[in-house]
């Protein structure tokens, strides 16, 4: 269903970065927008970039 969607948007808590996770739901290329609270740094940052993952910041400043 995911690779079926115009876009996919996901959602994550910046405590996430860096993680391990326990399953594979989507490559970055099936990504289309990353929301989180705080901006992704270092590889990440250039790793989302590289694969055209648009990163919407959100949250009380």
Request: with cysteine; charged share 15%; aromatic share 4%.
């Amino acid at each position: 269903m995911l690779h079926a969607a115009h876009r996919a948007i996901v959602a994550v808590d910046s405590s996430q970065f860096g993680r391990n996770a326990f399953a594979h739901i989507a490559g970055l290329d099936a990504i289309s927008h990353l929301v989180c609270d705080k901006a992704p740094q270092g590889d990440l940052a250039d790793v989302l970039a590289a694969a055209g993952v648009r990163v919407v910041v959100t949250g009380a400043e």
